[in-house]
T-cell receptor, first 112, second 111 residues
Framework: DADVTQTPRNRITKTGKRIMLECSQTKGHDRMYWYRQDPGLGLRLIYYSFDVKDINKGEISDGYSVSRQAQAKFSLSLESAIPNQTALYFC???????????FGPGTRLTVT | DAKTTQPPSMDCAEGRAANLPCNHSTISGNEYVYWYRQIHSQGPQYIIHGLKNNETNEMASLIITEDRKSSTLILPHATLRDTAVYYCIADDFQGAQKLVFGQGTRLTINP
């Protein structure tokens, strides 16, 4: 089984709808991250969390919210989706201290 | 975190060594150099990281200059499956590890 899983893998939704992207990890890491990738560009950080009670905004948090339900679960919500939130979304985990991050397979979100 | 600069694209023949350069002239003493790659639109995959010594693992070697202002990722015997976008990232190992991905280098391995 994959270390980091994301659901759904693909989603098409309409403008104004609320949508939740989910991430689960089996690495046992405390740190979890949500990134967004637009075509032809690198990933940008949306939110990150060091534990269940520690949530932090990243570079592009406007229009998004997150929930850390457990050490292993970190969800990203779009309260009212808009077309420019169409992108690839990646979840990642890490243990800090200079170690590497492990990324999920991504969710392709299209907002029409 | 220090900004990194990479060439936008490179080509390499299959079976040859692929050498990917990265400039990080403003890197601080607490920052590691990390390399990740992204194949098609898959999640980025960690390759290697280092502080100041050269590093080698089963995937690649990382050569960091003595002044730490630049580095080179070496894929010793490139295969078609190594075609990907390669990202060089400088990040403070004592910090939150908010990785900053630039546009990377698109490496194409040619048969």
């Amino acid at each position: 089984d994959a270390d980091v899983t994301q659901t759904p893998r693909n989603r098409i939704t309409k403008t104004g709808k609320r949508i939740m992207l989910e991430c689960s990890q089996t690495k046992g890491h405390d740190r979890m991250y949500w990134y967004r990738q637009d075509p032809g560009l690198g990933l940008r950080l949306i939110y990150y969390s060091f534990d269940v009670k520690d949530i932090n905004k990243g570079e592009i948090s406007d229009g998004y919210s997150v929930s850390r339900q457990a050490q292993a679960k970190f969800s990203l919500s779009l309260e009212s989706a808009i077309p420019n939130q169409t992108a690839l979304y990646f979840c990642a985990t890490g243990s800090g201290g200079g170690s590497e991050q492990y990324f999920g397979p991504g969710t392709r979100l299209t907002v029409t | 975190d220090a900004k990194t600069t990479q060439p936008p694209s490179m080509d390499c023949a299959e079976g040859r060594a692929a050498n990917l350069p990265c400039n990080h002239s403003t890197i601080s003493g607490n920052e590691y150099v990390y390399w990740y790659r992204q194949i098609h639109s898959q999640g980025p995959q960690y390759i290697i990281h280092g502080l100041k010594n050269n590093e080698t693992n089963e995937m690649a070697s990382l050569i960091i200059t003595e002044d730490r202002k630049s580095s080179t990722l070496i894929l010793p015997h490139a295969t078609l499956r190594d075609t990907a976008v390669y990202y060089c990232i400088a990040d403070d190992f004592q910090g939150a590890q908010k990785l900053v991905f630039g546009q990377g280098t698109r490496l194409t391995i040619n048969p």
